[in-house]
T-cell receptor, first 114, second 112 residues
């Protein structure tokens, strides 16, 4: 089974721009969670989607948003980019049966804001 | 919300020795505790997890213990090897919530 994939792997943007990141979960997984990883703040939860609905949201400003499609693929969007948004953005998917909270991570998208 | 603390931040051991990483959490409702290993430039990989109805779980050289009363859990790696060198993260969440709260990580270096 293919793992979680994320595109693009690297992105460079400038302040004020917006960006969209994509995540394809493991086949059959319906839950997708997003995390931000930075050297200063570590790994922080952004939000989680299940069956196209946001179920949980972390403590991030409204500039960070997401959505999930009927095929479980998810996108996250960051508007009006700030320098502090430079980070590795990771998504993780969880299986539909068994321990539903086991999360498998994708390789991440490295976003650099200049 | 949940707050997870992890110690130590760095750990160096000789090959063959044991390594122990400790975490505490604040939310008594948390009942799922995974451990992830992240090598440089790679994704976090789940290495072991434990749920609150279990006090200890072992998988070959890796074991995790959980003390719900004291709200702490630990990762034990025995017979360490150079390929165990990585950053290890503990996390906690309520079962099924799919929002992990991570510790700050421990950089483990195994010296050959």
């Amino acid at each position: 089974k293919a793992g979680v994939t994320q595109t693009p792997r690297y992105l460079i943007k400038t302040r004020g721009q917006q960006v969209t990141l994509s995540c394809s979960p493991i086949s059959g997984h319906r839950s997708v969670s997003w995390y931000q990883q930075t050297p200063g703040q570590g790994l922080q939860f952004l939000f989680e989607y299940f069956s196209e609905t946001q179920r949980n949201k972390g403590n991030f400003p409204g500039r960070f948003s997401g959505r999930q499609f009927s095929n479980s693929r998810s996108e996250m969007n960051v508007s009006t980019l700030e320098l502090g948004d430079s980070a590795l953005y990771l998504c993780a998917s969880s299986p539909p049966r068994g321990p539903a909270d086991t999360q498998y991570f994708g390789p991440g998208t490295r976003l650099t804001v200049l | 919300g949940e707050n997870v603390e992890q110690h130590p931040s760095t750990l160096s051991v000789q090959e063959g020795d044991s390594a122990v990483i400790k975490c505490t959490y604040s939310d008594s409702a948390s009942n799922y505790f995974p451990w992830y290993k992240q090598e440089l430039g790679k994704r976090p990989q789940l290495i072991i997890d434990i749920r609150s109805n279990v006090g200890e779980k072992k998988d070959q050289r890796i074991a995790v213990t959980l003390n719900k009363t004291a709200k702490h859990f630990s990762l034990h790696i025995t017979e360490t090897q150079p390929e165990d060198s990585a950053v290890y993260f503990c996390a906690a969440s309520r079962a099924g919530a799919n929002n992990l709260f991570f510790g700050t990580g421990t950089r483990l270096t195994v010296i050959p």
